[in-house]
């Protein structure tokens, strides 16, 4: 299951912005950033849902509350399209510097604006998806048109936005007057998804259309059906989580450099470094993924097991198995088994190795069984004696040769 971790980092004005950062339950394949609504926040639905659902799928998605949203620290009054692009410059910086810089970015509504003037300015950006998008930036001025005239007027004014009040100063008009958010489109060399619902009643459908007209090759349209401009169907939320994941596949995925399902080798086991951390490893098992990490008291993430933990869970995961196969052999009573495992370093006195009189830590694992059903002493005292025989047991038993050998250098294009 996808892990959400609640971050911080400065805005483009120095305030603390508030933010949450999904982390895939395997690898992370690339990092992405969502910008949300206007006056939303990154806790609307189509933040939350869609970002999980894009780390479903590899992503590691950070969403954040632009300053003064949310949990953002700031004044929404100071703010507009401008400062929003720059936090979205911020979000990225940060990404970069405690991760890697984003191969994704995606917007919702004026978000979607955001990301698609912001994509020029992040060089880390390989693909950019947009949704329920505004072709202006003065597009969202619609939502309080009748304030505009007293704004322009008396210099501010307070206005209802979904429901909530808001102070909106002419200076936000004056800078969304400034932005031409069709005009960013035709000048990005990037891929563009645009997605947007034929019913949208906040930003109309011909506002896609002006921006798919303006997209560059390689350029995409999806379709949001029956889709509400705030996206609040979980389905809907699902299915383009699930479009723009596949689709950015294509270009940011394969741009992150980390290996795709398809290349991985039957029973062989694959640990490579992320790039996500001091020790930050993904591991590749067959079809499977996961993290191996170290706490944060060692310089880690905390974000896997450690490297002896993923020792004790082959043993403990050998023990279950094995007993598990021996009992249905013999028809016990066995209902459900659990083992607990640590790992120390210490004196074991029954170490033969140890030279008399000389003091030699080996590693301990302590091993605790829970086996439950209606087992007699006998049964128990038996099943005790199998866990012994598990092949992870005898392995960690036995001398065990470790072969190490370096890959072929991997060959570049002057290579003859």
């Known amino acids: 299951m996808a892990r959400t971790q609640a971050v911080e980092f400065k805005g483009a004005d120095g305030q603390t912005l508030a933010a949450r950062l999904e982390w895939p339950e395997g690898p992370v394949r690339a990092f992405a950033l969502f910008a949300h609504c206007f006056s939303c926040s990154k806790d609307s639905h189509a933040a939350t849902r869609i970002a999980r659902r894009l780390a479903g799928q590899g992503f590691a998605v950070l969403r954040f509350d632009f300053t003064g949203l949310g949990g953002s620290d700031g004044d929404f009054a100071n703010t507009n399209f401008s400062s929003n692009i720059e936090d979205l410059e911020a979000a990225a910086r940060y990404l970069e510097a405690e991760h ?65 009040p808001f102070r909106i100063r002419k200076q936000f008009l004056d800078d969304v007057d400034g932005h031409r958010v069709e005009e960013a489109v035709r000048a990005l060399d990037l891929p563009v998804l645009i997605a947007h619902s034929p019913i949208d009643q906040t930003v109309g459908i011909e506002n896609a259309s002006r921006l798919f007209r303006a997209a560059r090759h390689p350029k995409s349209y999806v379709s949001l059906d029956h889709a509400d401009h705030l996206i609040n ?108 495992l640590h790992h120390e370093k210490g004196h074991a006195d029954d170490c033969e190795a140890c030279a008399e009189g000389q003091e030699r830590k080996v590693d301990i694992i302590e091993r605790t069984l829970t086996l439950e059903g209606d087992l007699s002493d006998e049964q128990r005292e038996r099943l005790l004696e199998i866990a012994d025989k598990c092949p992870v047991h005898r392995t960690l038993n036995a001398p065990v040769v470790i072969r190490t050998q370096l890959s072929a250098p991997a060959h570049t294009e002057h290579d003859g």
């Open 100 to 164: 890697e810089g984003p191969s994704l970015l995606v917007g919702h509504s004026l978000g979607g604006a955001a990301v698609l003037v912001a994509a020029a300015r992040i060089g880390s950006v390989k693909a950019v998806a947009s949704l329920g998008a505004p072709a202006d930036a003065a597009h969202v001025t619609a939502m309080f048109s009748e304030d505009v005239a007293e704004i322009r007027e008396t210099g501010e004014a307070e206005v209802s936005l979904a429901g909530r």
């Open 233 to 340: 169907d979980p389905r809907d939320a699902a299915y383009i989580g699930d479009v723009i994941g596949a689709w950015a596949g294509r270009y940011a995925i394969e741009a992150a450099g980390y290996p795709a399902p398809e290349a991985r080798q039957g029973e062989s086991v694959t640990v490579a470094e992320t790039g996500g951390g001091k020790f930050q490893n993904y591991v590749l098992a067959g079809d499977h993924a996961s993290y191996a990490d170290e706490p944060a008291s060692v310089g880690g993430q905390d974000t896997g097991p450690s490297p002896y933990q993923y020792l004790a869970a082959a043993l403990g995961a050998c023990t279950s198995m094995t007993l598990r196969m021996y009992a249905e052999h013999k028809g016990l009573p066995l209902e459900r088994v659990s083992v607990t």
